[in-house]
């Protein structure tokens, strides 16, 4: 991906959910809901303090993240459907479940 975020903002690709129920059935795409977890897939260099400092962000690429049901712009990148966001609107780090690096 050639992208980088600006400021404070983080670029989220969606977790996809699983298109079944407990009990086995199959969930059509037209009824589900899109997913509020996502990974992260790269990140801006921080936002700026009144003084010109920059104000470090606590995000990282691959961290698994939880957002707001209207969180973020929809974009599409090299053919990938992304959500760009303020880090602010990340509401938390679901812990232990960062993204594995590939070897």
């Known amino acids: 991906m050639n992208?980088?975020?600006?400021?404070?903002?983080v670029v989220v690709?969606?977790?996809s959910e699983d298109t079944k129920t407990a009990?086995?059935?199959?969930?059509p795409d037209t009824v589900q809901e899109k997913p509020?977890?996502?990974?992260?897939?790269?990140?801006?260099?921080?936002?700026?303090?009144?003084d010109g400092k920059?104000?470090?962000?606590?995000?990282?690429?691959?961290?698994?993240?939880?957002?707001?049901?209207?969180s973020g712009t929809e974009v599409k990148i090299d053919g990938q459907e992304l959500l760009i966001m303020k880090e602010s609107d990340v509401?938390?780090?679901?812990?232990?479940?960062?993204?594995?690096?590939a070897a």
């Not at 470090?56 to 698994?64: I, T, Y």
């Open 36 to 50: 509020q977890e996502g990974e992260i897939v790269a990140v801006g260099p921080g936002a700026r303090d009144e």
């Open 54 to 70: 920059r104000i470090a962000m606590e995000l990282s690429v691959g961290d698994r993240i939880l957002f707001g049901k209207w």
């Open 91 to 101: 509401m938390g780090v679901i812990e232990g479940k960062k993204a594995k690096k």
């Open 23 to 27: 009990g086995g059935i199959i969930i």
């Open 3 to 9: 992208f980088r975020p600006l400021a404070d903002r």
């Open 13 to 15: 690709k969606r977790v």
